[in-house]
């Protein structure tokens, strides 16, 4: 899988957007960009995902460059809760048989202060 | 939907004992994915089933590992002899469609080797 960068850390005042940038220049064409975050004591929990085109859920945005290079995550009203470890992840489409790990690298730090 | 349900949460254990964390997918998922995260390496996947066949166990650390999957709705990782370096977190995830759709994780079962 292509490996991605990403901030150390970031704060956001609550009721504030969080922009959770991510670098990943030599992601391939059937490379998806996915989001998973880590709220301290559980297990990772699934964000978003997407390929090429802006996503949005009932959780947040995924804005993805036109050169697939780069990607933001937006949490639009950030509360004291979405304090967690943001993981930007670059991984294969399975397809058929093949295979793509889902390998998390060492991801964001956000804390929501109030 | 009750989520991925791990057990015990907790487990401390001596040095040289058998040591089994158990896992019950989501119903209906057929892929299941063994995690390992530790402060220093992260999240790292150990092993992964489809439709409880393992495909990939190219991440399990050593012999002293060993995973199954008896049944879609059960599976097991076993550490024979368990050593202090074995000492993290592993989390137990599944997915309905396998590599092609995001993750599920539970909580995780903390390993304590003393």
């Known amino acids: 899988d292509a490996k991605t960068t990403q901030p150390t850390s970031m704060d956001c005042a609550e009721g504030r957007a969080a922009n959770l940038p991510c670098n990943h220049s030599?992601?391939?064409?059937?490379?998806?960009v996915y989001w998973y975050r880590q709220i301290h004591s559980q297990g990772p929990q699934y964000i978003i995902h997407?390929?090429?085109n802006n996503e949005t859920n009932e959780m947040a945005s995924l804005i993805i460059t036109e050169d697939r290079k780069s990607s933001t995550l937006i949490l639009p009203h950030a509360t004291l809760r979405d304090t967690a470890v943001y993981y930007c992840?670059?991984?294969?489409?399975?397809?058929?048989?093949?295979?793509?790990?889902?390998?998390f690298g060492q991801g964001t730090i956000l804390t929501v202060h109030p | 939907d009750a989520g991925v349900i791990q057990s015990p949460r907790h487990e401390v254990t001596e040095m040289g004992q058998e040591v089994t964390l158990r896992c019950k997918p989501i119903?209906?998922?057929?892929?299941l994915f063994w995690y390992r995260q530790t402060m220093m390496r992260g999240l790292e996947l150990l092993i992964y089933?489809?439709?409880?066949?393992?495909?990939?166990d190219s991440g399990m650390p050593e012999d002293r590992f060993s995973a199954k999957m008896p049944n879609a709705s059960f599976s097991t990782l076993k550490i024979q002899p368990s050593e202090p370096r074995d000492s993290a977190v592993y989390f137990c995830?599944?997915?309905?469609?396998?590599?092609?759709?995001?993750?599920?994780f539970g909580n995780g079962t903390r390993l304590t080797v003393t």
């Open positions: 995830a599944s997915s309905p469609r396998g590599l092609s759709s995001p993750l599920h």
């Open positions: 030599t992601i391939s064409g059937n490379e998806y």
């Open positions: 997407g390929l090429k």
């Open positions: 992840i670059v991984r294969v489409d399975a397809g058929g048989t093949s295979y793509g790990k889902l390998t």
């Open positions: 119903s209906g998922h057929n892929s």
């Open positions: 089933f489809n439709n409880n066949v393992p495909i990939d």
